[in-house]
């Protein structure tokens, strides 16, 4: 199990999860995404700083980004997504960077790993999927909620002022 901290010992701890006993810590300064894992990659974010550290604690690499938003990281077994500002990055496994988008207007909202795409508010009233792989658009719904999206296999929905916006098929 793998925690990250905003205060007090700031950092990332791994614990044993079945007995809760710590495993080993790092200082990474204010915890303000994940921790998100995927296979042996532990991913946090410390505003415009995001580190990967293997499951032993070693760290693998650290990449900033021009905005320091506070925002939830999302990670899946090609890439770390990244929304700074107007932009999400995609990282690749080994810290590079594989692409970029950036929106015409607005901000960036927190992205979901969504089987081979990743969704994201993008800008002002739409959701944007993309391709994990190259960041190539698979679709854009202009939509009146401004909630982070929760996705299915079939459907998604996002909050809005009035209630639950969803999509699909159903």
């Given at each position: ?17 079945d007995?809760?006993a ?25 505003y ?112 809005s ?10």
């Amino acid at each position: 199990m793998y925690l990250g901290s905003q205060s007090g010992n700031t950092g990332l701890v791994a614990l044993d999860a079945d007995s809760g006993a710590e495993r080993w810590r790092v200082t990474t300064g204010a915890v303000t995404g994940g921790p998100v894992v995927a296979d042996d990659l532990v991913v946090v974010r410390s505003y415009s700083t995001v580190r990967a550290f293997d499951t032993a604690g070693e760290q693998r690499w650290t990449v900033t980004v021009p905005e320091p938003d506070p925002q939830a990281i999302a990670i899946s077994d090609e890439h770390v997504f990244i929304p700074a500002g107007d932009r999400l990055y995609a990282i690749d496994q080994g810290g590079a960077e594989a692409w970029r988008h950036q929106v015409d207007d607005g901000r960036v909202g927190t992205p979901t790993v969504a089987g081979d795409a990743v969704v994201f508010q993008d800008g002002e009233g739409g959701l944007t999927a993309r391709a994990v792989t190259d960041g190539s658009e698979r679709w854009t719904v202009t939509t009146e909620a401004d909630g982070q999206p929760i996705v299915t296999a079939e459907a998604l929905f996002q909050a809005s002022r009035r209630g639950v916006v969803g999509c699909g098929e159903n």
